[in-house]
């Protein structure tokens, strides 16, 4: 056996011969860590090797004689033999550890030319097959066009392994780009390329650890390949010997001119360690330099310029006006932020790099600039200069016609026409238009505002001319769109919203009482649906039911008149998804289940292929899926969810929109929400809820818009985070835990956007948070259901689902306190909520009011039978309390039982129920031993 010194000459020499020749000096010096004997040793290795042909000195094989024997002779891997099917033709190149060989497939089943990489030799040590081995394994788990493909594998005659590669007859990146005069964007479509590579590696767990130009080759047709992986590692605590293993060796793994700062320092090393290789990459291809000088430089030099001095910005370092002018601004930001000294500096992942790139390419603001107003009009402007001066030249127009009212005494009622369809057509598509230009919800929020004030001076100029005034509604819809809808990008500002839409009825209203026609009837409609929606929104489940009944009257003749109108269709529809909306907010899933009925009667149950109709039809089906969830119908629930993610699906294809993207999303997850949701009404399969979260997740990062102004963006990530915490809870609730607080983290930044609904999904999150915390951190579990109760007070007023939920707060709080023997607080918290138990019928159709009451059923006989036992003897008032007990006990029994009989039992809801049964039966033993 060698000893640990010959083990350690082995390896540095190994590593070194990987690297180009003019590297290997730097590398065996830092490598070896000072110990000069030690770099004499090897660096004199590396020249017996240059001068005898790879032939090691005779003096240093002698050291090695024991070795060698083991491992045979190279005879099974030299040119003109073969190796299974395969033949060997001659050699491509040499270096380190492997042997590169061009090869044909020449057995009878099919003739192909490949490159077969075996271990070189005198090589074949048991760490160096140990590595080839793994790095065949981590090939054959990577299926992407940038990455080099394994074809096949096997042993030789000896044991060694080999891989069989696809063939790249290609250039270094960097070569290929000089050679080729690329310019800036087409460098940059090649390195999104890659970028996709080391992505679907590090989706798959994989890291490279060492992505420079001599690893990605580029073939004659432009096709990058990200190639050698003999020093990736996996990320997981499975590898011994990881990717961020902090020892010595870990020196061996980096080429000092693109190795990140923690390869530098032996830390623990992830996917930020790759952006940085990614970013150093990218200065090259940008500039043709790289951005440190370490030629000359000895190992520790290098290590202090890659960890303390500041690369120049890639502008900085070109010498031609027309490129320094190219890189300079969001260029050279996005190549710092991928080379960020500290990690989590750095992009989060290689996606958000590559996407960031397509930014700048695309002329949108980029992430790794600071998103100001002027910044992002400016971007917008030059993207959009057709778009953008139409709107401008809009406004202009309509400023120049109310200039021109102002000096006429008399307006000919041809000119009104011609203004009110200006208005109208253009000016009322400029919210529509500025989105699709990518402009940030600020911007296209403060362009509605402009142009609206230029048709309130046209109003109070031209008086009530209903065409007007009909233009005057749309524009209130769109500005409160922009303002807080919550379905579309928005500000947040509900309080804002609903007062332009209550403008825009208004207006209608005026129009309406000229007009009397279908164009202002469906105004008025419209008008009716924008307020109902935010009504629900924010729990003015009330006043919701009374809007939209209002808005059936006049929607349901309008349809009558024309059924065939698709825009009459859709308006009735939206009306009856609405009511259904507000019935499930006022417990009465069986009305909603009627009115979601009657939607699909209106609208037809089949898609069409039309972006709003079937976006329209999957949104009635996930409705539906919620009504019958909580009746308890969970398999039904389910084929409504799948029928909606199906729609949506289809819909991403073919109209790859926010819109359908974000409708695929919320199918995803309502279905983690009837396989693993909380409040019991679920079917207990955690395992596939995790999928569809995972989705859920992956989505929202798809749609996240970036743009810090934008609520409802947000909104889809906490949806996202939440459905990983519910999936999650049950089998690993400490996991549960961590995603519940980063959601709840990032809701409470939002405030106060969103006013009601806002405070509800924060109580939510406290409510879930605090069921997964353990024991150990009850004052913590205290403290988010204190702050849960709170906001279910502040909102109780508003309806009776605020009222159900305030309820099970009380209870909540009693049953902590009495897990915490704090008897005083727990009698306090249930008497709090037994007033508002009374209220609700122990047959309601709705199993969210049957869980809550029987829940807090169970609470009052916890309570009850807690003073019992503190009660001494047995005189009336023990045995008084224990009946106490025993009433609500069996009250809470009944209604599980009731539970069990509509088919809606759940894991949860089965625990619950035998838990009550042994309180009870408990308690029926204490009467008896009190009487």
């Known amino acids: 056996m060698m000893d640990a010194r010959w083990k350690t000459i082995e390896q540095i020499f190994f590593e070194a011969t990987e690297r180009p020749k003019k590297d290997q000096e730097d590398f065996v010096r830092l490598a070896a860590a000072g110990d000069e004997s030690l770099i004499l040793e090897v660096l004199s290795l ?50 380190g550890m492997g042997t590169v060989h061009l090869a044909q497939r020449v057995d009878d089943q099919y003739s192909q030319i490949v490159a077969i990489k075996t271990v070189r030799a005198g090589y074949a040590t048991p760490e160096v097959s140990r590595r080839f081995r793994e790095e065949r394994q981590i090939l054959a788990t990577l299926n992407h066009p940038n990455v080099g493909t394994i074809l096949d594998g096997g042993e030789t005659l000896e044991g060694h392994p080999f891989l069989v590669m696809e063939y790249v007859e290609g250039q270094a990146i960097t070569t290929y780009c000089m050679e080729h005069k690329l310019s800036t964007p087409e460098r940059l479509d090649l390195f999104s390329a890659v970028c996709g590579a080391v992505y679907h590696a590090h989706q798959k767990l994989i890291l490279h650890r060492d992505i420079k130009p001599e690893n990605v080759l580029v073939s004659k047709d432009g096709h990058p390949k990200l ?61 043709d330099v790289r951005p440190y000088d370490l030629e000359r430089l000895t190992p520790a030099e290098a290590e202090r310029t890659v960890l303390q001095e500041t690369v120049r910005k890639p502008s900085a370092v070109v010498a031609a006006t027309r490129l320094k ?187 309406d009482a000229r007009l009397h026609s279908a164009e202002s009837t469906a105004a008025l409609v419209e008008a009716l649906l924008h307020i109902a929606y935010i009504q629900t929104f924010e729990k003015d489940v009330e006043g919701a039911t009374k809007t939209y009944a209002r808005a059936l009257s006049l929607a349901y003749p309008y349809w009558r008149q024309d059924p065939s109108s698709t825009q009459r269709e859709r308006t009735l529809t939206m009306v009856y998804s609405g009511m259904g909306d507000a019935a499930m907010w006022r417990l009465e899933p069986n009305i909603a289940f009627t009115d979601f009925e009657m939607g699909f ?56 929109s926010s819109r359908a993207r974000g409708t695929l999303l919320f199918s995803y997850r309502t279905m983690v929400n009837t396989l693993a949701g909380r409040d019991f009404i679920n079917i207990g399969d955690s395992q596939q809820a995790k999928v569809y979260a995972e989705k859920t997740l992956a989505l929202s990062k798809l749609l996240d818009s970036h743009d810090s102004k934008d609520i409802q963006s947000s909104f889809t990530t906490i949806s996202a985070l939440s459905a990983m915490a519910d999936a999650e809870r049950q089998n690993n609730p400490a996991n549960a835990a961590l995603w519940y607080q980063r959601a709840l983290s990032l809701t409470k930044t939002l405030q106060p956007a969103y006013g009601a609904e806002l405070q509800h999904r924060i109580s939510i999150l406290d409510e879930a948070l605090a069921e997964v915390l353990p024991d150990a951190q009850r004052a913590e579990q205290m403290n988010l259901l204190k702050d849960n109760a709170r906001i279910r007070a502040e909102q109780a007023n508003f309806s009776s689902h605020g009222l159900i939920h305030l309820m099970g707060a009380y209870c909540r709080l009693a049953d902590v306190e009495l897990e915490a023997h704090n008897l005083t607080e727990a009698t306090r918290y249930a008497e709090d909520a037994s007033p508002l138990l009374q209220q609700y019928d122990r047959n309601s159709p709705s199993l969210l009011v049957l869980r809550n009451v029987s829940l807090c059923l169970r609470t009052q006989g916890d309570v009850h039978l807690s003073k019992a036992r503190e009660i001494a003897g047995s005189g009336t008032a023990r045995t008084s309390e224990v009946q106490a007990a025993i009433y609500s006990y069996e009250q809470s029994s009944q209604i ?23 309180r009870l039966h408990q308690a029926q033993a204490l009467l008896k031993r009190s009487s």
Not at 901 to 918: F, L, N
């Open 46 to 95: 590396l020249r017996a090797e240059a001068d005898a042909d790879s032939v090691l000195d005779a003096t240093v094989r002698h050291q090695f004689d024991d070795w060698f024997a083991s491992e045979g002779s190279s005879a099974s891997t030299s040119t003109g033999t073969r190796l299974g099917p395969y033949l060997l033709l001659r050699e491509l190149n040499s270096g």
């Open 325 to 511: 002018r190219e890189l300079s601004g969001d260029l050279d930001r996005i190549v710092l932020m991928a080379m960020e000294k500290a990690p989590e500096r750095r992009y989060k992942s290689v996606q958000h790099l590559t996407e960031d790139l397509q930014r700048f390419l695309e002329g949108r603001p980029v992430l790794a600039r600071k998103a100001t107003f002027l910044y992002v009009l400016r971007k917008a402007c030059i993207r959009h200069k057709g778009t953008l001066v139409s709107i401008f030249l809009c406004i202009a127009m309509l400023a120049a016609s109310y200039a021109g009212y102002r000096w006429r005494s008399r307006a000919a009622e041809a000119r009104v026409q011609e203004i009110s369809s200006l208005a109208q057509s253009t000016i009322g598509s400029m919210a529509e238009n500025a989105q699709q230009s990518g402009s940030s919800t600020e911007v296209r929020a403060a362009i509605s505002r402009r142009a609206l004030a230029y048709l309130n001076q046209l109003e109070i100029t031209m008086g009530s001319d209903p065409r007007l005034l009909l233009a005057m509604s749309s524009l209130h819809i769109r500005v409160g769109d922009i303002e807080g809808l919550p379905s579309v990008s928005n500000l947040g500002r509900t309080d804002e919203a609903i007062k332009s839409y209550q403008s825009a009825l208004q207006f209608a209203e005026k129009a």
């Open 227 to 287: 190639i050698d992986f003999g020093i990736a590692k996996t990320l997981g605590p499975s590898v011994s010997s990881g990717a961020g293993e902090a020892n010595p060796k870990t020196l061996l793994w980096l080429t000092p001119s693109y190795a990140s700062p923690e390869q530098f320092q032996s830390k623990p090393l992830s996917v930020a360690s790759d952006i940085y290789s990614l970013g150093v990459l990218l200065y090259e291809l940008l500039t």
């Open 601 to 656: 009667k209106v609208l037809g149950g089949q898609p069409n292929g039309k972006l709003d109709h079937d976006l329209l039809l999957a949104d009635l089906h996930l409705r539906t899926a919620d009504a019958l969830n909580d009746f308890g119908r969970y398999k039904e629930s389910l084929e409504e969810t799948q029928t909606a993610a199906s729609i949506a699906s289809e819909l991403s294809q073919a109209f790859p």
């Open 896 to 918: 599980w039982r009731k539970w069990q009989q509509r088919g809606a039992a759940s894991p949860e809801s089965t625990r619950e129920a035998r838990r009550v049964e042994i």
